[in-house]
């Protein structure tokens, strides 16, 4: 049976879409996780930017890799349903870290996050991969939006780098460029949400989220997450997250030392 959060529903439109809703993921940790989010903004790690890009107004501060030095974090993780629910939609018996990203958008943020696939920038390949998208405060307009079915394209989106907006690697024909799904009539799935629900999608969902113009902040956090098939992948040029020195070679199932086992059933 399901976790008592989700049904067969929530599985199959996760299965089908690539992204379902999950309310309540996060309802009990939404405090927890706002203080990680304070601590990781006063303290940022090496990978933190402030996307700054000329001609845009507000703050876009990101930052990722922080759960093994926020606690918070960590303890968001181990007490949620996460896992169990991870294992349920990827129809997996084992659930792995990856790693965590919080997103925060100032009021008056005028920066969207560009449309992207999560998966082309990983050293991962599999269909058993998971992000969690769940917003710190109530979301409107600044909500994710994910294209239906872009999770079984047959190609991956060429990934950018989201201010200078070039390629991340030299594309030779492996990527597709990065679709305009409103413009091209694409099924774009959007959701309003309060603080803790969750959008649950694959590492291969085309994705975005709009600038935040409201007068009130709009900080996320993310977790990404894999499954049973998900393997070590060469990419054409360093990845993101890059994880130096990680010796993993390509087929290879990630190194749990590294990316520990939160669930196996």
């Given at each position: 049976?399901?976790?008592?959060?989700?049904?067969?529903?929530?599985?199959?439109?996760?299965?089908?879409?690539?992204?379902?809703?999950?309310?309540?993921?996060?309802?009990?940790?939404?405090?927890?996780?706002?203080?990680?989010?304070?601590?990781?903004?006063?303290?940022?790690?090496?990978?933190?930017?402030?996307?700054?890009?000329?001609?845009?107004?507000?703050?876009?501060?990101?930052?990722?890799?922080?759960?093994?030095?926020?606690?918070?974090?960590?303890?968001?993780?181990?007490?949620?349903?996460?896992?169990?629910?991870?294992?349920?939609?990827?129809?997996?018996?084992?659930?792995?870290?990856?790693?965590?990203?919080?997103?925060?958008?100032?009021?008056?943020?005028?920066?969207?996050?560009?449309?992207?696939?999560?998966?082309?920038?990983?050293?991962?390949?599999?269909?058993?991969?998971?992000?969690?998208?769940?917003?710190?405060?109530?979301?409107?307009?600044?909500?994710?939006?994910?294209?239906?079915?872009?999770?079984?394209?047959?190609?991956?989106?060429?990934?950018?780098?989201?201010?200078?907006?070039?390629?991340?690697?030299?594309?030779?024909?492996?990527?597709?460029?990065?679709?305009?799904?409103?413009?091209?009539?694409?099924?774009?799935?959007?959701?309003?949400?309060?603080?803790?629900?969750?959008?649950?999608?694959?590492?291969?969902?085309?994705?975005?989220?709009?600038?935040?113009?409201?007068?009130s902040r709009r900080r996320a956090f993310s977790l990404r997450l894999v499954g049973d098939d998900a393997r070590y992948i060469e990419r054409p040029g360093p990845t993101s997250p890059p994880y130096p020195g990680h010796e993993?070679?390509?087929?290879?199932?990630?190194?749990?030392?590294?990316?520990?086992?939160l669930l196996q059933r």
């Amino acid at each position: 049976m399901p976790h008592p959060l989700i049904t067969q529903d929530h599985i199959d439109q996760f299965q089908r879409d690539g992204v379902v809703l999950i309310r309540g993921l996060f309802a009990d940790q939404v405090e927890l996780l706002r203080d990680g989010v304070e601590a990781n903004m006063a303290e940022p790690g090496p990978y933190a930017s402030n996307n700054e890009k000329k001609g845009q107004t507000g703050r876009f501060f990101d930052d990722y890799c922080n759960w093994t030095r926020i606690p918070q974090f960590e303890e968001a993780i181990k007490h949620s349903p996460v896992a169990d629910i991870a294992a349920d939609l990827m129809q997996s018996k084992r659930v792995q870290m990856f790693h965590d990203h919080v997103l925060v958008k100032e009021p008056g943020t005028s920066m969207a996050t560009p449309w992207h696939q999560d998966g082309p920038y990983y050293f991962v390949e599999g269909q058993q991969t998971i992000s969690f998208w769940s917003p710190l405060d109530p979301v409107t307009d600044a909500s994710l939006r994910c294209v239906a079915g872009s999770h079984r394209w047959e190609k991956e989106v060429l990934p950018t780098r989201w201010v200078s907006e070039e390629g991340f690697f030299a594309d030779e024909g492996q990527y597709m460029s990065v679709p305009d799904p409103d413009a091209e009539g694409m099924t774009v799935k959007e959701w309003e949400m309060q603080p803790g629900d969750a959008v649950a999608f694959n590492y291969r969902t085309l994705h975005g989220a709009r600038a935040n113009t409201s007068r009130s902040r709009r900080r996320a956090f993310s977790l990404r997450l894999v499954g049973d098939d998900a393997r070590y992948i060469e990419r054409p040029g360093p990845t993101s997250p890059p994880y130096p020195g990680h010796e993993m070679t390509p087929g290879q199932i990630l190194r749990e030392d590294w990316f520990p086992v939160l669930l196996q059933r």
